[in-house]
Each structure stands twice: as structure tokens, then as C-alpha cells.
């Protein structure tokens, strides 16, 4: 069975400082990885995605995340935090055989202060 | 290229009833999945189509169900509703079963009173 977990419900953080969401999978099967992003009152937005080319994965609005298999994480970060950055966001997992079934974590709220 | 399209956005329904919703997927989409989201569950699976079969399903009860027209459009219907129903319900399409890159649409925030 295949699972996600995101280890912080909340982040904040300030304008201009690091940003890093952590997220550990558990998967039978090589897994493929997602983040996906949920403005207040918006639907999901991919931001990036692993499906096993380079393991460091570069996304949109300067999002990047790095596979590791050795530790089951898939952790996503970004140099400088936006104002527009603050939202919730999703870590998910699936795999081949599934079809389109992605699993998701619990979500982490990223709140940026200025 | 238009988005994933649901309609309506917004319903409110009483306990008991019956309610169907629609997902138009986004042009030369087969595929179109369903998820429910609740401050609880989170972000669950109910089922995904493709071609008009049923590809897979979440561990929803029998009261949730789907189809898939030929068009691509999807529709879910959920009978004798429940409190716990209340969730936003959102559809994601991609071009082919096992494809991976999904594409939401904005959801349909289900009240039940």
C-alpha cells in the first residue's frame, strides 16, 4: 500500500527567507511523486513532478523538490518566500499500476508574514 | 485551451437527498478522476474513468457512483446523503489512464444540512 506523509501541518515563514515542506512516501512499487498546490478557494495546481528521470526536480514559481529513495523523502523547497506563496500544500504519491489514483499527505498551510 | 470545467459550484442539499455533479475534462482528456476533500479525510480517491469503464475506486460506500459519457464528461451522484458528504468534490482529467499529470478543476462545495 502506498501512503504519504507531510511532517508539518503549518509553516511560516517570512518574505524573502527559505522555504522547505517535508514530505516522506511510503510505496511498494517505484513510486511517482507530485506537489500540488491549493489557493484559498481554488482548485489543485501542479507545481512539480518525480517520475524517475533526475531525481532533483525543478517546478514553476521557483519551486524544486529532491527525490530521495534512501530516505523515502521528497521534500520541496524554495530559495525566497512570496507573499503569493502562502496556500496549502499537497504532497502525493502513485503509482503505475494504479491507474490515476493519486494518494495525498495531510497538506501543509504555508503562511508567509511580511 | 479551456480548463477542467464542474458544475455547479456550489449546492446545497438536505439529508436524504440525492444529488449529481459534472465534470467536463479538458478537450482530448479520456480520463477523468474524482476526489473528495474534507477538513477530516483530507483528499480522498472515489473512482476514476476512462473510456467510460470504471478503471479504479476508492473505499467509498455504494451510495457514491460515476459515469463516463462519451464525450469524456463525467458526472458522480451520491444518494441518500449524509452529513459527513459535505466536502468539497473535485475532478481532475489527464489524456490516458496511468499519465500522471492531472488537471483539476475548481470543485463543487457540497453542503448537506
Known amino acids: 500500500a502506498q501512503s504519504v506523509t507531510q511532517l508539518d501541518s503549518h509553516v511560516s515563514v517570512s518574505e524573502g527567507t527559505p522555504v522547505l515542506l517535508r514530505c516522506n512516501y511510503s510505496?511498494?512499487?517505484?513510486?511517482?511523486l507530485f506537489w500540488y498546490v491549493q489557493h484559498p478557494n481554488k482548485g489543485l495546481q501542479l507545481l512539480l513532478k518525480?517520475?524517475?528521470?533526475?531525481?532533483l526536480v525543478k517546478g514553476i514559481n521557483g519551486f524544486e523538490a529532491e527525490f530521495k529513495k534512501s530516505e523515502t523523502s521528497f521534500h520541496l523547497t524554495k530559495p525566497s518566500a512570496h507573499m503569493s506563496d502562502a496556500a496549502e500544500y499537497f504532497c502525493v504519491v502513485s503509482y503505475k499500476a494504479a491507474g490515476n489514483k493519486l494518494t495525498f499527505g495531510g497538506g501543509t498551510r504555508v503562511l508567509v508574514k511580511p | 485551451k479551456a480548463g477542467v470545467t464542474q458544475t455547479p459550484r456550489y449546492l446545497i442539499k438536505t439529508r436524504g437527498q440525492q444529488v449529481t455533479l459534472s465534470c467536463s475534462p479538458i478537450?482530448?482528456?479520456?480520463?477523468v478522476s474524482w476526489y473528495q476533500q474534507t477538513p477530516g479525510q483530507g483528499l480522498q480517491f472515489l473512482f476514476e474513468y476512462f473510456s467510460e469503464t470504471q478503471r479504479n475506486k476508492g473505499n467509498f460506500p455504494g451510495r457514491f457512483s460515476g459515469r463516463q459519457f462519451s464525450n469524456s464528461r463525467s458526472e458522480m451522484n451520491v444518494s441518500t446523503l449524509e452529513l459527513g458528504d459535505s466536502a468539497l468534490y473535485l475532478c481532475a482529467s489527464t489524456l490516458t489512464s496511468g499519465s500522471y499529470e492531472q488537471y483539476f478543476g475548481p470543485g463543487t462545495r457540497l453542503t448537506v444540512t
Open positions: 518525480y517520475t524517475s528521470a533526475a531525481t
Open positions: 510505496s511498494s512499487y517505484s513510486p511517482s
Open positions: 478537450s482530448g482528456h479520456r480520463s
